[in-house]
Nanobody
Framework: QVQLVESGGGLVQPGGSLELSCAAS????????MGWYRQPPGKQRELVAH???????NYADSVKGRFTISRDNAKNTVYLQMNSLKPEDTAVYYC?????????????WGQGTQVTVSS
């Protein structure tokens, strides 16, 4: 019923920039949180950043000051502007949605998009 479509991944040199986007479609409640996780090769999935429909933002310490998360509530779309990219940012990035009704929490994941930072 809910689909998350990610775009913007690719190959970039160290110090470069990429912008990821994720558009959620389907039956989505007004109160929700959208964000990004990533899974580097051989490591566990970790939170990158998330932003609530009210605008509250959290960043992982490893990306603070380099990445910026934003969203368009009307479009249910979240963006991740990634600057000053490092090789350690290489990972599969997953869009994540937590959707809140009056009585339950729903959770959805995108399929992931590869970000590779390499010379």
């Amino acid at each position: 019923q809910v689909q998350l479509v990610e775009s913007g991944g690719g190959l970039v040199q160290p110090g470069g920039s990429l912008e990821l986007s994720c558009a959620a479609s389907g039956s989505i409640f007004s109160i929700n949180s959208m964000g990004w996780y990533r899974q580097p090769p051989g490591k566990q999935r970790e939170l990158v950043a998330h932003i609530t429909s009210g605008g509250r933002i959290n960043y992982a310490d490893s990306v603070k000051g380099r990445f910026t998360i934003s969203r368009d509530n009307a479009k249910n779309t979240v963006y991740l502007q990634m600057n000053s990219l490092k090789p350690e940012d290489t990972a599969v990035y997953y869009c994540h949605l937590e959707d809140y009704s009056d009585y339950e929490r729903l959770e959805y994941w995108g399929q992931g998009t590869q970000v590779t930072v390499s010379s």
